[in-house]
């Protein structure tokens, strides 16, 4: 099982980036994927999560309205289009893979590399 993120940048505030989950040695359609994001000094935070099966997602409120998670199965990869991008959404990206969806990292058992997202001005 691998879980690899992509997509990380340095971008100005309002501007936009998408990330890529691309997941091997299992099937979208049978998990949920998380992205998480841990900011320097800061715990690591859950953002948003899918269901591959059913399409269930659920963002936190922070990235409501700017951020987008999406799935292609056929490419077994989760997407995270991020738009608006403010200063506070600057941290290491990761996404992750747990039975079903949920914020909490414990519930998580496989856990990608992470990417970096700058957000400066």
């Known amino acids: 099982v691998q879980l690899q993120a992509s997509g990380g940048g340095s971008v100005q505030p309002g501007e936009s980036l998408r990330l890529s989950c691309t997941a091997s040695g299992f099937s979208l359609g049978t998990y949920a994927i998380g992205w998480f994001r841990q900011a320097p000094g800061k715990e690591r935070e859950g953002v948003s999560w899918?269901?591959?099966?059913?399409?269930?997602?659920y963002y936190v409120h922070s990235v409501k309205g700017r951020f987008t998670i999406s799935t292609d199965n056929a490419k077994n990869t989760v997407y995270l289009d991020m738009t608006n991008l403010k200063l506070e959404d600057t941290a290491i990206y990761y996404c992750?893979?747990?039975?079903?969806?949920?914020?909490?990292?414990?519930?998580?058992?496989?856990w990608g590399r992470g990417t970096l997202v700058t957000v400066s001005s």
């Open positions: 899918i269901n591959g099966g059913t399409g269930k997602f």
């Open positions: 992750a893979r747990a039975p079903s969806g949920s914020l909490r990292p414990g519930m998580y058992d496989y």
